[in-house]
DNA sequence: CGTTTTTGACCCGCGC
DNA sequence: GCGCGGGTCAAAAACG
């Protein structure tokens, strides 16, 4: 049980506790915290009332020792962890089916965990600047996917460009930083390897994307097929098409999925459709149903499928 | 030549 | 107050 290990070795790092972890980034020994289960006595369904914020962040983690499948299989997984109720609804990927089974057996071992980080801190605008008023900074939601690739960097449909490289303490691997590149949309994401499996990369995403998926216009991504003219369902296919073959990326949630996120479950099935559900689930603060956006994007046929 | 990556320095929050 | 670790900046290098 190399996850059990993790999770010992996680109480040597001692000075942190999960929710340290979890608001500071979660790294991976936060993740395992969770995966302990005893940080967290909040059952799954508890968890999505406290949820039920909003604004409050969530986690869900599947470790790799609850998808034994996993690492055996020929077909990678994706193990998806995320902080925020809204993307809870995220169907599994059409060719995840096999992943989704094995990591529903394993969710024996399911974590979930909540947080409320979101008044921690607003870094969008930072550090080298003088300080503002200093209200504590606050910071996006993120969620978090573990996925089993060989890449580090995994094409999501969004063009992000790289603006830092830190040590993971405890971990031989690095831990990067990119943002998203279009202008006036600062989401932010985090890339590092699992140092317990290191076929696992575990993508955080920070931050809401406040345009389309830009894959939609480039070149070198023409031939994929669009499933829209929005672009947050785009990324998947495309990522199927171009990238399958290198590595796998399938966030799933079978199981796991709450079931008041359904409303905003409209089949999409990667990173930045992640990121583009709980933009459009979630608008703002305490909103929830708001399908404002949703109709305006998303074809009324899916809407129905709620 | 424009864009992205690399990388050391710096800032900030937190625990001791 | 100090040190540590996480996160970001920004200049230089690399890349296409």
């Not at 031989?172 to 076929?199: G, L, Q, W």
Request: proline share 8%; hydrophobic share 30%.
């Amino acid at each position: 049980m190399d996850i059990k290990e993790a999770l010992e070795m996680d109480g040597t790092m001692g000075s942190s506790s999960f929710l340290d972890h979890v608001s500071a980034g979660f790294p991976l020994q936060g993740i395992f915290d969770f995966a302990e289960g005893e940080k967290s006595s909040l059952g799954f369904m508890e968890l999505l009332g406290v949820q039920d914020f909003g604004s409050s962040l969530f986690d869900m983690v599947q470790t790799p020792s609850t998808v034994p499948a996993l690492s055996s299989s020929p077909n990678p997984t994706v193990v998806t962890k995320m902080e925020s109720p809204d993307l809870l609804n995220q169907p599994a990927t059409p060719n995840s089916s096999s992943i989704s089974s094995a990591s529903s057996e394993a969710v024996n071992d399911e974590q979930v965990k909540v947080e409320e980080q979101e008044e921690d801190q607003q870094k969008t605008k930072k550090q080298l600047k003088p300080k503002k008023t200093n209200q504590k900074r606050q910071r996006e939601p993120r969620f978090a996917f573990m996925t089993k690739s060989e890449v580090d960097h995994l094409e999501d449909g969004y063009r992000w460009r790289k603006y830092g490289q830190k040590a993971v303490k405890d971990s031989p691997f690095p831990r990067s930083y990119y943002r998203c590149t279009t202008a006036s949309c600062n989401v932010k994401k985090r890339v590092e390897r699992s140092y317990n499996d290191p076929s696992i990369v575990v993508t955080t995403y920070e931050g809401q994307h406040t345009h389309p998926s830009p894959v939609i216009s480039r070149p070198s991504l023409a031939g994929v097929p669009q499933l829209n003219n929005v672009g947050f369902n785009v990324a998947m296919p495309i990522h199927l098409g171009t990238t399958m073959s290198r590595y796998q990326q399938q966030p799933f949630v079978n199981n796991l999925l709450p079931p008041m996120s359904l409303a905003c479950n409209y089949g999409s099935t990667n990173a930045a459709a992640f990121l583009n559900e709980r933009r459009f689930c979630n608008p703002g603060p305490g909103l929830f149903k708001d399908h404002g956006l949703l109709q305006d994007i998303i074809p009324s046929h899916m809407l129905k499928e709620e």
